[in-house]
């Protein structure tokens, strides 16, 4: 069930209706029977694997809190009990993620890995073509989540599989994430509400501007894309860049539209969910840059992979070794570099089974290591230049700097397969053609000049917003300060928008959000 079907705005919408009307106590009731709907929309079987993880999960979080009650009862000098108990937690732990990550690997990466070995020996492996349940990376990363906060003792096991249920499931956010903490996001879907105006106003403002960077400017940008990136590109190098800038702007609003929906649909029955998508056109470095873009995925990997990783004791050991063997500062960051190489190869192949997102995730970690090697001696050119951090002129070429790493890095998640994205960006910088600027080239691939000023106009506004934002202004507040005919006219043009440059403009197509395929 798309975000942009009327199927979807049909079963929020009664889904609201229902649930202010519904006695409190309920409430939760009817967020979870929603969730089941909508994900039953996508087969009976997507559901059962979403209820196994579910089972799973609920059932050691709650073998972890028996544990956790059991260390508290004993006595702080009864080593061997508490010794005995900290190893039966890492069992049920490790159980749990295995059995997640299994279910993972062997729906989304097992005829990969099976294609990567030698013929003699995959070619007697087994090929399973197994229907991937929508959101799987999400609700296995939500669930595993949760796991190990249990395992940590940050949360209690909840003990209602209803309500455990519902935290996985929540239907918003089933697409394309956040990935919720459930100490964050349960105790606000079980909450109990009544109908609040304001939060209705600007849940409904919120997904407006969702769908007007969806629709209006992801949607379009794509079908030139879509044109251009494919195997066999016959156009040169100059068409092959504008179509990977446009690929750009394509993710940039289809990922962050489809957040704005997810928030926005939440906001109107009283949910907020946390942020995941920070401006990231305005990041200064790689490192900033992905701080910003799919944060929730991005403190993941942090709290549950980079931290137990990199301040564990065979990296404690290696980190030893290197500052010994290998010297300097290519020795003191060595460990925390491989962690963090381990952290974007995950990355990577979170994204999909293919050599592409593996090296792309090589590529993050390469230009992230590259620049912490490098920044003592940026720091002496800086000196030697007398540039100040703080000024305007810096900032704007560590902008461009940093956009143009990413778009690099773009022709890897675009195109089919890596050998294809090779070979787009040997196009790019050896066959170039500027003449098919203008030689009408660009308005022979399924868009108008009109449509490349939609484009471009929008992601003006889009940018507009945004600079404002990034310079501490709140758009919402903004507008409410202004009186109610001027918010009328903003909602009836963002609505106009959406209707006829998006719906109902001539050709139309809806597309699914690209992190749907994650």
Sequence with gaps: MAFTSWSFLVLAGLTVVLYYLAPRRFQWILLLAASMVFYLAGGFQALVWLLGVILVTWGCGLLLDRQNRRRKALPKDDKAGQAQIKRRKKQIAAAACLLCFGLLFAMKYWNFTVGLLPSGLGG????????????????????VGYVIDVYRGKVEAQRNIAKYALFVSFFPQMVQGPIGRYDALAPQLTAERSLDWRNVQFGIQLALWGYFKKLVIADRAAVLVNAVVKENCPYGGIVVAFSILLYCIQLYCDFSGGIDITRGVARILGIEMAENFRRPIFATSLTDYWRRWHITLGQWMRDYLFYPLSLSKPFARLGKWARKHIGGLPGKIFATSLATFV?????GVWHGASLKYIVFGFWNGAVITASLLMERRFQVWKAALHIQDKSLGWRIFMMA?????????RYLTRAPRLLTALRLLKTTFTDVRLGQLADGTLLSLGLTGGDLVVIFLGMAAVLAVEFYQERGGHVREALEQKNALVQWLAMVLIVAAVLFLGVFRTGYISSEFIYKQF
């Design 124 to 143: 007697h492996m087994p090929r399973w073509d197994f229907v991937m349940p929508l959101g799987l990376s999400f609700f296995i990363f939500q669930s």
């Design 343 to 347: 952290v974007y190869f995950v990355i």
């Design 401 to 409: 700097r940093t956009s143009l790493l990413v778009f690099l890095g």
